[in-house]
């Protein structure tokens, strides 16, 4: 559904709550609209509008609806069910969907959902479970289909027709040992072009990638793009067995969820923000960030209440202040966002950081030349003063470098000592740029002015 139809459904719902006719949305809710389109309908709803519209779905659609809403909407929704709704749901949802939401519930109700499931069903969402959710372990579904190196390929093609069907995003039969140690694998294009007579040993390929079951997210999700991945096995990387497998479509997933927390993270928002959250829980997730803003901003102040009398004695420094600040701050984040996305695709590390940082030195210096230049011959021509005129350009260059310094390496020492470059590090570099700016152009005009 394109957001022009989102919208376009959205106001017909609006509508016709507010009328009070309810026949033409559990139409849409019910049938009309893929599952897909009410999640997104759903999430375009404030609150209140949202919750009658979850009661208008029918109990066995809920569990389809909610296999597409993002997890902190999906886990509302399923925290106001009794157990029996939510045994219900969790039999639409894959085992690795499944778990990412259970972990988000009481172990009461985990464990009442667990005890429904089957034997084979159970014994994966609990293998899932002991995995944290942003490690492969936690990513990878459990539903693979294996096969013992020793049968024939005529063997294997029986063995699939048994199949109704085939887990989804299946390019390749899993070849594992007894004690279900991962040994090849047999990609689905080579099994049908094989001699029928020949073993699975003869044609699976021995050179094949695989995850272990630690590996962090983001780092699953960098080794599919550089590899070109629709599916790779994961392992326990102490016993090597096969646990499950990876697909493209989970992985999508952790690269949407990196892409939104890194925006968020910047404006100092929460990775589960929800658009229509409500008032008073969106107040206090973001009076934190503006708790600390006004700390930083009561610290820039402070330093240029340390230079009264100067300004009290050249008017024109107070004009031109914010000009230093910005200057710094702009050239500092344009470092910081991409030390950061270094970071993120690991690409910077101990041996080359002198390097970037060098690199970034040499940047901020001839952009600092070049626009002090431009700056001071713009405030000769403003204010008719050749020495305001230097000291801005001196104070622009300053604060440049140091902004190229403190976009280089804050984000590297903030994740050293395990702290969010994203989440913390346009505030701190803010507050350097403001301070060292206003530091340096009243410091100099205090020098050579007064």
């Known amino acids: ?33 893929p599952a897909q389109d009410v999640a997104r309908l759903l999430e375009s709803s404030p609150p209140k509008e ?10 066995k659609n809920e569990g389809e609806v909610l296999q597409y809403l993002s997890e902190d909407i999906g886990v509302q929704f399923m925290k106001n069910m009794d157990t029996e709704r939510l045994i219900a749901v969790s039999e639409h949802f894959e085992s690795d969907d499944l ?4 972990q988000h519930l009481p ?6 959902v667990l005890a429904s499931m089957s034997t084979q069903d159970r014994a994966r969402v609990e293998a899932l479970l002991s995995y944290s959710e942003d490690s492969a372990g936690g990513l990878m579904n459990t539903d693979t289909i294996t096969i013992r190196p020793n049968i024939t390929i005529d063997l294997v093609f029986r063995y699939l027709r048994r199949h109704s069907t085939l887990p989804d995003m299946t390019d390749s039969l899993l070849v594992v ?15 049908l072009v094989s001699d ?8 699976m390929e021995t050179e094949f990638t695989v995850i272990d079951a630690d590996t962090p997210a983001n ?32 992985v999508v997933d952790v690269i949407r969820d990196e892409a939104e927390h890194s925006m968020l993270s910047m404006a100092g928002l929460d990775d589960d923000e929800d658009t229509f959250s409500p008032i008073m829980k969106t107040t206090k997730r973001r009076a934190v960030w503006l708790g600390i803003n006004l700390i930083t901003a009561f610290t820039a102040s402070y330093v240029i209440g340390l230079f009264q009398d100067t300004l009290d004695q050249v008017v024109a420094l107070a004009i031109l202040m914010p000009i230093v600040a910005s200057m710094g701050g702009i050239a500092g984040s344009q470092v910081l966002t991409l030390v950061i996305r270094g970071i993120a695709l690991n690409q910077i590390g101990s041996t080359n950081t002198r390097w970037l940082l060098n690199r970034e030195l040499i940047v901020g210096l001839i952009n600092g030349l070049l626009w002090a230049t431009v700056i001071a011959i713009l405030t000769a021509l403003w204010f008719d003063n050749i020495k305001i005129a230097y000291i801005i350009a001196g104070a622009i260059i300053i604060n440049l470098l140091f902004a190229a310094a403190t976009g280089t390496l804050l984000p590297i020492l903030l994740k050293k000592i395990g702290i969010d470059p994203a989440l913390a590090g346009s505030v701190i570099l803010t507050t350097v740029t403001d301070v060292v700016g206003f530091l340096s152009f009243l410091g100099l005009a205090t020098i050579f002015l007064i």
């Open 196 to 203: 029928i007579s020949a073993t699975v040993r003869d044609i």
């Open 99 to 102: 778990a990412d939401l259970l």
């Open 107 to 112: 172990e009461k109700i985990v464990k009442e």
């Open 219 to 250: 780092e699953v999700a960098q080794l599919f793009e550089k590899m070109d991945l629709v599916s790779a096995p994961v392992i326990d990387s102490k016993t090597k067995k096969l646990l499950g497998r990876i697909t493209i479509d989970d």
């Open 50 to 59: 949202r919750k009658l519209l979850w009661e208008l779905i029918e109990a």
């Open 1 to 33: 559904m394109s957001e022009q139809n989102t919208l376009n459904h959205l106001q017909t719902v609006t509508e016709s709550l507010e009328s009070g006719t309810t026949m033409q949305i559990r139409y849409l809710l019910n049938g009309a609209l």
């Open 177 to 191: 040992s007894r004690s279900d140690r991962l040994l090849g694998t047999l990609p689905l294009t080579k099994l």
